[in-house]
């Protein structure tokens, strides 16, 4: 029934005049009213799921979410529970690829910093080449003061660092707590003095002992 309303509101979308994904099947009389012919078989291709019916879905290649033309397959009724993590073309991330077909999404392999952690449970995106990344992408090797966790030490971080001082025994603010590189409850120039000891530059990996 859900896969019913959702056509028929993609239809009410072309007869309006609308802008919409709508399924090809669907035809607009000259008075305005829809016309919903024969959802296509498993087999034949489509732009989108609307095309393929509730039980099929447009699949299309691993890393290819929504460029040219797909094909509809019937959506897995039963999938093994076994971690081969993927993520959907919607952004979620799903046990294994049969799981992602299940709810009709295909697998994006997007990795954007190019680390071999996709960009969906990436949670460091913008780390630099040749740096080492675990499995959430981030630094294996933490470098002291690179806080926005890309593996360099450079003007972005000093940026961050910036933002946060307080000066001499003035309490920072908070969300400053990682810039206090003393511990005394502020950040002024002894913080300073252990970021200088860490910077790297731009897209040059830091030094994970740089603190000393």
């Not at 095309?51 to 019937?74: F, I, N, Q, T, W």
């Not at 913008?126 to 740096?131: G, K, L, R």
């Not at 933490?142 to 450079?154: A, Q």
């Not at 969300?175 to 300073?192: A, L, S, Y």
């Amino acid at each position: 029934m859900k896969s019913a309303e959702k056509t028929l509101a993609a239809v009410s979308l072309k007869c309006s005049g609308r802008p919409g994904i709508v399924p090809k099947t669907a035809l607009c009389s000259v008075a305005g009213l829809c016309l919903i012919l024969a959802t296509p078989a498993a087999g034949q291709t489509c732009f989108s799921n609307y095309e393929c019916g509730g039980s099929a879905y447009c699949a299309r290649d691993p890393g290819v979410c929504y460029a040219g033309l797909g094909e509809c397959k019937p959506r897995p009724m039963i999938c093994f529970d076994l971690w081969e993590p993927v993520c959907g073309c919607d952004g979620q991330v799903y046990n294994n690829s049969c799981y992602a077909a299940r709810v009709g999404q295909n697998v994006d392999l997007s990795d954007g910093d190019n680390d071999g952690v996709d960009d969906c449970w990436d949670s460091c995106p913008n780390t630099i080449p040749s740096v080492l990344v675990n499995s959430s992408g981030c630094p294996r090797f933490p470098v002291p003061n690179d806080y926005d966790n890309d593996g360099d030490v450079d003007g972005i971080d000093f940026d961050a660092l910036q933002s946060c001082a307080s000066g001499p025994a003035v309490p920072y603010a908070a969300g400053c707590e990682n810039k206090d590189r003393d511990g005394d409850g502020d950040v002024d120039q002894t913080d300073f003095a252990f970021f200088q000891r860490c910077i790297s530059g731009m897209n040059i990996p830091g030094d994970p002992n740089c603190a000393g």
